[in-house]
Antibody, heavy 120, light 107 residues
């Protein structure tokens, strides 16, 4: 069974930075797009960014471009989300997800999420 | 960006009921529409992809239909474990967008 384990969340001050990691296992990681989705407390889901299997294509939601950077290391079966200039409204649980093989815009497996709290 | 509007935002029902709710896209998304279930404190779970295809392992009481801008999600006979929040999500255009969710509660 696919496993995705996020880490790196925590409490950070406004203006600070954080790097989230997602370790994947039990599938051929380099063949799949990977996605980050976030969920503010008590709110709905927001698609953040995705990255192609070979890392050659990356897309972001416009509101986060320039502050967030997605990358991956296929040798380590990991995907990352670098977050800079963090604001209070970035407070959320951040999930990584494996995109579908047959429906590439679907998120067929998810990690448990990691909580990022931006507060002074 | 494509806006996804779910209706209703909350719904009360009983075990055994048949329930349906809808998702409306602000522009044509073809069949590129997925449905997820989220139980509080847990990650979302993919139930339906491409509007009407049941994800492997998902019970057949769940179904989806529609294309273009109007989509429907149905649970044929509610089970206790089905009380959760359901989200639609389009992937016809970037950025991929979710609906605001329909919370299904026990009556």
């Amino acid at each position: 069974e696919v496993q995705l384990v996020e880490s790196g969340g925590g409490l950070v001050q406004p203006g600070g930075s954080l790097r989230l990691s997602c370790a994947a296992s039990k599938f051929t990681f380099s063949r799949y797009w990977m996605t980050w989705v976030r969920q503010a407390p008590g709110k709905g889901l927001e698609w953040v960014a995705n990255i192609k299997g070979d890392g050659s294509e990356i897309h972001y939601v416009d509101s986060l471009k320039g502050r967030f950077t997605v990358s991956r290391d296929n040798a380590k079966n990991s995907v990352y989300l670098e977050m800079n200039s963090l604001r209070a409204d970035d407070t959320a649980v951040y999930f990584c997800a494996k995109n579908g093989q047959f429906a590439p815009g679907s998120f067929e497996s998810w990690g448990q999420g990691t909580l990022v709290t931006v507060s002074s | 960006d494509i806006q996804m509007t779910q209706s209703p935002t909350s719904l009360s029902a009983s075990v055994g009921d048949r329930v349906s709710f809808t998702c409306q896209a602000s522009q044509d998304v073809n069949i590129y529409l997925n449905w997820y279930q989220q139980i509080p404190g847990k990650a979302p779970k993919l139930l339906i992809f491409d509007a009407s295809n049941l994800e492997t392992g998902v019970p057949s009481r769940f179904s989806g239909s529609g294309s273009g801008t109007h989509f429907t999600f149905t649970i044929s006979s509610l089970q206790p474990e089905d009380f959760a929040t359901y989200y639609c999500q389009q992937y016809d255009n970037l950025p991929y967008t979710f609906g605001q969710g329909t919370k299904l509660e026990i009556k």
